[in-house]
C-alpha cells in the first residue's frame, strides 16, 4: 500500500447534474420527508419498534468498529434482569452508550444547534466508562478534539494535524447551519459524514459519533421521528463494512465526481432503509407478518402457553383489548380469572395498559417470552440491518 498523506480539499455543495441518479434520490426522498404518516399501528406498539431499531442500529455501529457481540447476546443481556452495570463487558457497555447517545440526540435536537457543544457531548457519551486504546475503545480526553496527529488504519488518508481540527471543524459547522436551500439538506447531510471522517477530530470513536451525527442532522431535517417513524442510518453502512469503508476512501480525492459519488450511495441506502422500515407502521403487515408468527414461534417452543398465546392474539388483532374481549376464552370460569390473567401477562410483561391506571391492555414485546420471536421475524423479512 502506498504511504498515507494529506491532500486537502475546499468543502462546498457541489450540485448534481438534473438528469443524474442522484437528483432522482433527492427527489424521491424529499417525497419520503414530507410524506405524511398515516400508520395504523398503535403507538405504544410503535414505540418498541423504534427503541427495537435504536438497540440494532446501536449494534450495527459498533461491529463497524469491530464489535463483535452478536444480536443474540446483546439482546441476552437486556433480558437478564440481574445482569449489572459491574459485570458487563466493555462490549456490551459500547453498545449501551450509543443507545444512549441516540436517545440524547432525540431528546435535544430541536433545541440546540449541532455545533461544537453538541458533538463534544456525543462523544463524552459514547466513550464513557471504556478503557482507552489500544486495549479498548474509550478516548483518554472525552469530547476533546484530539491533540495529536493519527493515522487511520488501512487507508491512504492522512487526517490533518490536530491544530487544524478547530478550524476545519467550525467550518464543518458553519457549511451544515448554513441557510440553504432545503432542497440541499440531505445532500449537506452525506457531504458532512464524509467531511467528519476526513477531519478525524477525536482520538478514538470517531466512526461512531459521526453516525451518531449523521442520525442527528436527519432528524434535524425533517425526518422527524416523533410523528411515526423510524430511522436507521446506520444499517446504510453496516450492512456491507467494506462498501461503507471504500466508498469513504474514494470520496478523499475531494474531486467533485468522487464526492457526488459517495452522496449517492448515501443517499441510496437511505432511501431504501426509509421505505423499508416504513411499512411497520402498517399494522396489517405487521400484525400479519411480524407480530402473530412471533406468537406463535413462542408457542411451538412452550415458551408461552396456548391460553396466554389466545389472549395475545386476540390482543393483537383488536390492537387493545379489555376484559369483555377475553370472555370467550374463559366460558364456565369465574370472570375475576379473566383478571387474574390479565395480571399475569402484566407481571411478564407481555402486556401493558393503554394509559396509566386504564382497563385496557396493549401488547407488549420487550421480555424473555417474546422479543426473540420479534427479531426472528423482522430477520426473516430482511428488517434487520446485520445478521447473527
Not at 468498529?65 to 443474540?72: F, K, P, Q, S, Y
Not at 444547534?113 to 479498548?136: A, C, Q, T
Not at 491533540?147 to 490533518?160: A, D, E, F, G, R
Request: charge should be neutral.
Amino acid at each position: 500500500m502506498s504511504q498515507a498523506s494529506f491532500k486537502p480539499y475546499d468543502l462546498k455543495l457541489i450540485e448534481p447534474s438534473f438528469g443524474s441518479n442522484l437528483t432522482d434520490l433527492i427527489i424521491e426522498l424529499e417525497h419520503l420527508r414530507k410524506k405524511t404518516l398515516g400508520g395504523s399501528t398503535h403507538p405504544q406498539v410503535f414505540f418498541q419498534l423504534k427503541h427495537l431499531f435504536h438497540t440494532l442500529e446501536s449494534i450495527g455501529s459498533a461491529r463497524i468498529e469491530g464489535n463483535n457481540t452478536t444480536i443474540a447476546e446483546y439482546i441476552e443481556t437486556k433480558l437478564d434482569s440481574g445482569d449489572t452495570e459491574k459485570n458487563k463487558s466493555h462490549s456490551i457497555i459500547e453498545i449501551q452508550n450509543i443507545e444512549k447517545a441516540m436517545e440524547f440526540i432525540e431528546s435535544t435536537i430541536q433545541d440546540y444547534p449541532i455545533n461544537k457543544s453538541f458533538v463534544s457531548e456525543l462523544h463524552k457519551i459514547i466513550v464513557k466508562d471504556l478503557p482507552s486504546p489500544p486495549n479498548g475503545e474509550g478516548d483518554l480526553t472525552p469530547g476533546s478534539y484530539r491533540n495529536k496527529n493519527i493515522k487511520i488504519s488501512n487507508s491512504l488518508h492522512l487526517p490533518p494535524d490536530s491544530f487544524l481540527v478547530d478550524t476545519y471543524m467550525d467550518d464543518l459547522f458553519s457549511f451544515i447551519n448554513s441557510e440553504d436551500s432545503f432542497k440541499y439538506d440531505l445532500l449537506k447531510s452525506a457531504i458532512a459524514h464524509h467531511r467528519f471522517v476526513w477531519i478525524h477530530p477525536f482520538g478514538n470513536g470517531n466512526g461512531r459519533t459521526v453516525r451518531l451525527f449523521t442520525y442527528a442532522m436527519l432528524i434535524k431535517n425533517g425526518f422527524n421521528v416523533n410523528v411515526g417513524r423510524i430511522i436507521n442510518p446506520t444499517a446504510v453502512f453496516c450492512s456491507n463494512r467494506n462498501g461503507y469503508y471504500d466508498n469513504l476512501s474514494k470520496a478523499d480525492s475531494g474531486s467533485d465526481n468522487d464526492v457526488l459519488e459517495w452522496c449517492e450511495y448515501v443517499l441510496k441506502g437511505l432511501k431504501e432503509e426509509i421505505e423499508k422500515i416504513d411499512k411497520l407502521t402498517d399494522y396489517e403487515y405487521l400484525k400479519k407478518e411480524i407480530l402473530i408468527p412471533s406468537i406463535n414461534f413462542s408457542l411451538e417452543r412452550q415458551i408461552i402457553t396456548e391460553i396466554e398465546s389466545k389472549i395475545l392474539k386476540e390482543t393483537i388483532e383488536k390492537q387493545v383489548v379489555q376484559n369483555l374481549d377475553l370472555e370467550k376464552f374463559f366460558k364456565g370460569k369465574a370472570k375475576s380469572e379473566i383478571s387474574r390473567q390479565i395480571k399475569k401477562l402484566i407481571d411478564k410483561k407481555m402486556l401493558i395498559p393503554e394509559r396509566d391506571s386504564a382497563r385496557k391492555y396493549v401488547l407488549r414485546f420487550d421480555n424473555n417470552y417474546l422479543l426473540r420471536g420479534i427479531i426472528k421475524m423482522l430477520d426473516e423479512k430482511g428488517f434487520l440491518p446485520i445478521r447473527d
